[in-house]
Every structure is written in C-alpha cells, then in structure tokens.
T-cell receptor
Framework: AQSVTQLGSHVSVSEGALVLLRCNYS??????LFWYVQYPNQGLQLLLK??????LVKGINGFEAEFKKSETSFHLTKPSAHMSDAAEYFC??????????FGSGTQLTVLP | DSGVTQTPKHLITATGQRVTLRCSPR?????VYWYQQSLDQGLQFLIH???????AKGNILERFSAQQFPDLHSELNLSSLELGDSALYFC?????????????FGNGTRLTVT
C-alpha cells in the first residue's frame, strides 16, 4: 500500500514569502500524486495532480509541485504567499489499490 | 462547489445509536468514496463503490456499512456509535476508479457522539 509522508504539521510564512510544503511517497513505482487544500469547514479541493513524464506541475492559485523520482518527493511551492492561502494542505497518492492515501496534512499559516 | 452533496451537515447523537449519512455524487461520476477525518487519525479511507459494486475497503469498522444505489447516491450507516466515532465524514466522487482520476469532495458531515 502507498504511504505518504508530509514533513511539518505546521508551517508559518510571512505574506509575500515563499511557500514550501514537503511530501514524500513510498514506492519504487511512482504512483499517481495529488495535492489538495482544505479550508475551514469545507471539503478538500484539488490543487494539482502529477502527470506522468512531467517534473513541474502547475496548479491553481499559483501553486506548483516538483516531482523528483530520485528523492520520491512531490513538494508543493508558491513563490509568494497570500493571506488567502492559509489552509490545510494534503498530499495524496494512489497506486494499483485504486484508493487515495493521504498524508497527515500541513497547516499553513500566513503572517501579515 | 464540487457538485458532491452530503447530508446532513451536522449530526449529534448519543452512544449506542445508529445514523445514516447520505452522499450524492457529481453528475456522471460512477465512483463514490467515503473518508473519515479526525484529529488523531487524519484522513482515513473507509470504502469505495463503483457503479453500485463495492470495490475496496479500508479501515472501516464492522459496525459501519455502506451501499451505493442504482441512482448512484450512497449511504454510510454507522451503528452502535461510540464517542470515538465523532469525526468529519467525507464523501468523494470521481468519473472512474482510482488511478489518475482526481476525487471531488463534498463538504462533509460532522458527527458528534455524546
């Protein structure tokens, strides 16, 4: 079964600073990878999904994720944080089991 | 708006009781997934249905059951409720099963067991 690890349960950045949220997956065969965002009292929304062969995936709201097979990582970045980016972010992976396995989530706080 | 509808939004009930959570997937989506989100366990996959058939089970307790009906809506039944069952229950849908098909989540049902 897939395993997804998100380093850092809480990340704080200043408005305008770089956002970096870390995600590592456990598989020798790259699974399908996703990033989701959850705002308070809402369900999860898809930010982006990995496309086979790509190394940099662009998502909504200015977010990107870089796929590094050698490091089994799929870190999420945004060049300049905005107050509205404050939310919880989940990395997820699905493989042959046809079920999406989520990481434990990273709560992003954006400081004014 | 994801197009996935979950009812009710909130549910408060007592230990030992039984409740039913309902989910209507996005129009055209055949797959329905149920997840439980709690502070200590995070997001846990419970069960997956595709076009009325059970396709995969995750960490679902024997006290819990689900089904997907011919009109594709799904219900999650929780019985003999315990305090530890208090959580946010999400339904998600997708066009096909797993793989590269992203899930579209409803806003969840918050269950409080007292």
């Amino acid at each position: 079964a897939q395993s997804v690890t998100q380093l850092g349960s809480h990340v704080s950045v200043s408005e305008g600073a770089l956002v970096l949220l870390r995600c590592n997956y456990s598989s020798s065969v790259p699974p399908y990878l996703f990033w989701y965002v959850q705002y308070p009292n809402q369900g999860l929304q898809l930010l982006l999904k990995y496309t086979t062969g790509a190394t940099l995936v662009k998502g909504i709201n200015g977010f990107e994720a870089e796929f590094k097979k050698s490091e089994t990582s799929f870190h999420l970045t945004k060049p300049s944080a905005h107050m509205s980016d404050a939310a919880e972010y989940f990395c997820a992976a699905s493989g042959s089991a046809r079920q999406l396995t989520f990481g434990s989530g990273t709560q992003l706080t954006v400081l004014p | 708006d994801s197009g996935v509808t979950q009812t009710p939004k909130h549910l408060i009930t007592a230990t030992g009781q039984r409740v039913t959570l309902r989910c209507s997937p996005r129009s055209g989506d055949l797959s329905v997934y149920w997840y439980q989100q709690s502070l200590d366990q995070g997001l846990q996959f419970l069960i997956h249905y595709y076009n009325g058939e059970e396709r995969a089970k995750g960490n679902i307790l024997e006290r819990f059951s689900a089904q997907q009906f011919p009109d594709l809506h799904s219900e999650l039944n929780l019985s003999s409720l315990e305090l530890g069952d208090s959580a946010l229950y999400f339904c998600a849908s997708s066009v096909v099963e797993g793989g590269n098909s992203p899930l579209h989540f409803g806003n969840g049902t918050r269950l409080t067991v007292t």
